[in-house]
């Protein structure tokens, strides 16, 4: 899950679209639907990132349940000497 589907990076680029055309025209200056849009897309990509973030956790904590496994197997094998 380290790459962004089609859909994630589609909703990244729309909202950096979107964040120029707010600081360039301002906030007021937008179509409703446009600043509508921005809000919903402004929560996917925190969405996204939150996805990301939760993801590399949870291959962190993988990683160290695998490392434990092996120091109590070495630990084992060290108290039978």
Known sequence: ???LSETEKQS?????EYSLMLIIRGFDEME?????????????????GINKYINKISILEKKIN??????DSLEQKNKKK
């Open 1 to 3: 899950m380290d790459e």
């Open 12 to 16: 990244i680029s729309k909202f950096i």
């Open 32 to 48: 409703m639907n446009k600043r509508i849009d921005l809000v919903k897309l402004f929560g996917s990509v925190v969405e996204i």
């Open 66 to 71: 695998t490392l434990e496994n092996r120091i």
